[in-house]
């Protein structure tokens, strides 16, 4: 059985940081492209970011682009979110996914077919 399990949401403050990490077996992470999203309670879900498992290309939602980084850290076994200058617009429940769709602008923000997903962490932007 697949699984992703993700880690790290907290509060933080305007203008903080935090690093989400997803953790799954290496032949996941080493196979799948991996996705970051976020949905806060009453709206749509988002695409954030995501990752290939081959080449390591990334794409980004415009809203995090420059913001945040996603990258893959093969000895934790982990894919993990990097966010700075976190806004109160950023506050949602972050969750990632595991597809073999290659990862790309359309991938990271309007693909919904992954294959497995996570329970979320959630992370608050908060003053």
């Known amino acids: 059985q697949v699984q992703l399990v993700e880690s790290g949401g907290d509060l933080v403050q305007p203008g903080g940081s935090l690093r989400l990490s997803c953790a799954a077996s290496r032949q996941i992470l080493g196979d799948y492209t991996i996705g970051w999203f976020r949905q806060e309670e009453g709206e749509a879900r988002e695409g954030v970011a995501c990752?290939?498992?081959?080449?390591?290309?990334?794409s980004y939602a415009d809203s995090v682009k420059g913001r945040f980084t996603i990258s893959r850290d093969n000895a934790k076994s982990t894919v993990d979110l990097q966010m700075n200058s976190l806004k109160p617009e950023d506050t949602a429940l972050y969750y990632c996914?595991?597809?073999?769709?290659?990862?790309?602008?359309?991938?990271?923000?309007?693909?919904?077919?992954?294959?497995?997903w996570g329970q979320g962490t959630q992370v608050t932007v908060s003053s």
């Open positions: 996914a595991a597809g073999t769709r290659s990862c790309s602008v359309e991938v990271a923000t309007k693909y919904w077919g992954y294959d497995y």
């Open positions: 990752i290939s498992p081959s080449d390591g290309t990334t």
